[in-house]
């Protein structure tokens, strides 16, 4: 059996999440499976390294699949490119070792989200961009990220309830940048909870209101309380940029 | 009566162009025309800076009306945000002399021509660029641009027929980037013939095949025959960028 591993970008807006789903055929983990076992003659099934969200993008997903089809990589992008929808792109395939796992051996992953803070949306990058008029303070999103830098438990960031799997995760690093008027906040760890990204930036949102000092986020963490946090940030400004093994 | 001159962007992609048209509803004119008269109370007609085609879309469009109403600038910029599709944005409402005319008093206009040049489309740019896989030869492309600069004949670059009205425009300059894989093409002149700069971009890009050397594009110019020229390029990757005054 090969193992081949694929970097995929696609266009989240109309989708309900990367998932397979019982109940709808829009989702981009179905779609390709999809073309995937028609171009193979197998029932495919893809490892992806994680859930994203309803209307979340992606720039560089990774998963993996087996497979004992014969053909070239460069023959399977090929057909993928001329079956897949025009908003889901495979940007490479490669042969990986057999013990590859597209979940279970990420070390971390970098996530961005995007904010146009600028008085009028973008009519280019409505679909792209969380369009939020009022200005935010850069210095204090700053100041309040890096409290949740490092290990916690981060029990406040998930809409995730009753589990008994461990909410304890580390964030590596949260940058925030500006530029004509459109943030950008790129956060790696080594793992999200459900919302977790979204969550965070709901939390730093406020703090950038001057509504959440550090010392409040210290406290929400500490709280271990979903409602304490700050709302969940819209799908759409939600991209994942890349996933490191 | 006050002199309004607006900024507008729009993704063109939906609608049938910037004009007005009696069988369909969309078009940007009739949008905006449709709100700027509820708002005032009269029935409001907007003087654009020339035509774009179906699904063009527009940076920086200019368009000027006449009015009696008396709110202020930045109210108006408020209720056309709040009432116009997500596809149009107004950027700017400015208050000009009486005898501004958005369209007589053009003086030149630049727009950009997008192409994606990579092997594969870009999920999120779909919309915005033509994708075409075959390598253009940059260089090719820049010195065939070079025969349209200055004042000719464009009767062989424009799909208009058996018009009385002159063919004669001036092109002031044409610059061809590239940014990974990303190929954008500025052109600037008094102005322009229907689909003027998409036939320039389809002979530009045969041009970059090899298909085309400089003197074939000065061969076509002087044989003032349309089908001499390079094919229509598609109309998602054009943008009207600005127009100077």
Redesign the interface.
């Given at each position: 059996m090969r193992n081949l591993k694929m970097k995929i970008?696609?266009?989240g807006f109309k989708y309900k999440g990367w998932q397979k789903q019982k109940d709808t055929d829009l989702t981009i983990q179905g779609k390709i499976e999809a073309v995937l076992s028609k171009m193979t003659e197998e029932a495919v099934q893809l490892v992806g390294c994680g859930r994203t969200d309803s209307g979340v993008?992606a720039e560089n997903y990774i998963a993996n699949f087996h497979t004992k089809c014969a053909l070239s990589t460069d023959t399977m992008?090929d057909y993928l490119?001329e079956y897949l929808p025009?908003?889901?792109?495979?940007?490479s395939i490669e042969e990986v070792a057999e013990r590859f796992h597209a979940r279970y051996n990420v070390k971390s992953k970098t996530y961005v989200y995007k904010i146009n803070n600028n008085k009028?949306?973008?009519?280019?990058n409505?679909k792209?961009t969380y369009h939020l008029a009022d200005k935010l303070n850069l210095m204090k999103m700053r100041y309040a990220s890096q409290v949740l830098i490092g290990t916690h438990d981060f029990q406040s960031f998930t809409n995730l309830r009753n589990s008994d799997k461990s909410t304890i995760r580390t964030i590596n690093y949260i940058n925030i940048d500006e530029k004509d008027g459109l943030l950008v906040i790129e956060v790696n760890g080594n793992g999200f909870l459900w919302n977790m990204v979204r969550i965070i930036v709901g939390t730093l949102i406020e703090a950038g209101k001057g509504n959440l000092k550090p010392t409040d986020v210290e406290k929400i963490l500490n709280e271990k309380k979903r409602w304490e946090a700050g709302p969940l940030a819209q799908a759409k400004g939600l991209f994942l940029r890349d996933v490191e093994y």
């Open positions: 970008s696609y266009d993008h992008l490119y025009e908003d889901i792109g495979i940007k009028f949306r973008d009519v280019f409505r792209y």
